[in-house]
């Protein structure tokens, strides 16, 4: 079946860095656009990163530019989001995303989700 497993959230510093990873199994994962999201309490969950199926191209969330970087190994089924520069705004639910469209029929895929605290 489709699996998302995230791991790699924890407790950081504000200024630190966490890499985050995504294992994908069970769908074509070099077929499908992979994206990380994130969500706080009270809040719509929000696109923080996507990059397509060749990995060729990327785009990032105003907020994170320049702080944070996606990346994808088609090879090893694996989607990372690297984050330097962590702000306590970061703090937050990441969730990893697969999304492909095929003809009219799209298919969607989520994560658990895996919880990054920034704080002293």
């Known amino acids: 079946q489709v699996q998302l497993v995230e791991s790699g959230g924890g407790l950081v510093q504000p200024g630190g860095s966490l890499r985050l990873s995504c294992a994908a199994s069970?769908?074509?994962?070099?077929?499908?656009?992979m994206s990380w999201y994130r969500q706080t309490a009270g809040k719509e969950r929000e696109l923080v990163a996507a990059?397509?199926?060749?990995?060729?191209?990327?785009n990032y969330a105003d907020s994170v530019k320049g702080r944070f970087t996606i990346s994808r190994d088609n090879a090893k089924n694996t989607v990372t989001l690297r984050m330097n520069s962590l702000k306590s705004e970061d703090m937050a639910v990441y969730y990893c995303?697969?999304?492909?469209?095929?003809?009219?029929?799209?298919?969607?895929?989520w994560g658990q989700g895996t919880q990054v605290t920034v704080s002293s």
């Open positions: 995303h697969a999304h492909r469209w095929v003809g009219d029929y799209e298919y969607d895929y």
């Open positions: 069970g769908f074509t994962f070099s077929s499908y656009v």
């Open positions: 990059v397509t199926a060749s990995g060729d191209n990327t």
